[in-house]
């Protein structure tokens, strides 16, 4: 059983930076990492994922602005969000899984609000 928790989420105006954090218990080697977000009366989107060989691959909308990353000892994945604009207002959440489809673990979710 592989359990995720993310943190890290906040409010911040527009223009300033936060770095979600994804840790992760249990057995994960192998595993694609990925963050969601769900901004309210909207689907939940896809932001980044970076798979077990170290491929990354971003939304254009957070192209440039945003870098995902894994340090492996600690099994814990980052999201590294800058230059935040409001309409990157949503519930981020991390999640994990051999492929990232309906067994695919989830993370709690954290806000992250950018005023402007």
């Known amino acids: 059983e592989v359990e995720l928790v993310d943190f890290g989420g906040g409010w911040v105006q527009a223009g300033e930076s936060l770095r979600l954090s994804c840790s992760a218990s249990?057995?994960?080697?192998?595993?694609?990492f990925a963050w969601f977000r769900q901004a309210p009366g909207k689907e939940r989107e896809g932001v980044s994922c970076?798979?077990?060989?170290?491929?990354?691959q971003y939304a254009d909308s957070v192209w440039g602005r945003f870098v995902i990353s894994k340090d492996s000892a600690k099994n814990t994945v980052y999201l590294q969000m800058n230059n935040l604009k409001p309409e990157d207002t949503a519930v981020y959440y991390c999640a994990a899984g051999l492929v990232l489809g309906p067994g695919a673990y989830w993370g709690q979710g954290t806000q992250v609000t950018v005023s402007s």
């Open positions: 970076i798979k077990s060989d170290g491929d990354v």
């Open positions: 249990g057995f994960t080697r192998g595993y694609e």
